[in-house]
C-alpha cells in the first residue's frame, strides 16, 4: 500500500491510522479467539466497566496518535524529555492526590529527571549558538597550496 500513490501522498497522521487499521484487522481474530467471550460478556453487560473499557482504549488510541504528530514535530530525544515531564507531572500529581509519602529514591529520581531536562535545555541553549564557521574546503586547500609554495596573504 506504501508503494502506491495513496501511500506516498498521505500524511503522517494518515499513515498511523492506516496502520492502526491494518493492525486492528490481523489482531482481532486472535483477541476474539482468546479473549472472544469474557470480552463479549463485558461489552453487553455494559456498566461501568464496559465503559471504562472502551474509553481506555480511545484515550490510549489518541495518546499514541498525538505522541505520533508531536514525533513528527520534535527529534526523538526531545520527545523523549516531554515524556519525562509528563511522568514527574504525573508522580506528582499522584503523591498529592492520593498523598503518598516520598521516599528518598522518590525524591532521588523525581530530582534526576528534573536536573536531566534543565541541563538538556541549556545544551540545547548552547548548541544553537552560532559559532565561528570553519573555514571551506576550498579555502583552507588554498591555504595550505599557498603556504607550501611560499605565498604569503
Not at 501511500?7 to 479467539?33: E, I, K, Q, T
Not at 466497566?49 to 474509553?55: D, E, S
Not at 530530582?111 to 545544551?123: E, P, Q, R, T, W
Request: glycine share 10%; hydrophobic share 50%.
Amino acid at each position: 500500500m506504501l508503494k502506491t500513490e495513496l501511500g506516498r501522498s498521505m500524511d503522517n497522521a494518515s499513515l498511523f491510522l492506516h496502520v492502526n487499521a491494518y493492525g486492528v484487522a490481523l489482531l482481532l481474530p486472535a483477541v476474539l479467539f482468546s479473549e472472544g467471550s469474557l470480552l463479549l460478556n463485558v461489552l453487553l453487560a455494559g456498566g461501568k466497566t464496559a465503559r471504562l473499557f472502551v474509553l481506555n482504549g480511545f484515550l490510549y488510541y489518541v495518546n499514541n496518535q498525538m505522541n505520533f504528530l508531536v514525533l513528527e514535530k520534535v527529534d526523538a530525544v526531545t520527545h523523549g524529555l516531554i515524556n519525562c515531564g509528563r511522568r514527574v507531572a504525573n508522580i506528582g500529581f499522584a503523591i498529592v492526590w492520593f498523598g503518598i509519602p516520598v521516599t528518598l529514591y522518590n525524591g532521588l529520581g523525581i530530582s534526576l529527571a528534573i536536573v536531566g531536562a534543565f541541563l538538556y535545555m541549556k545544551a540545547k541553549q548552547l548548541s544553537g549558538r552560532p559559532a565561528s564557521a570553519p573555514p571551506s574546503r576550498a579555502a583552507s586547500r588554498s591555504a595550505l597550496i599557498d603556504t607550501l609554495s611560499g605565498k604569503t596573504a
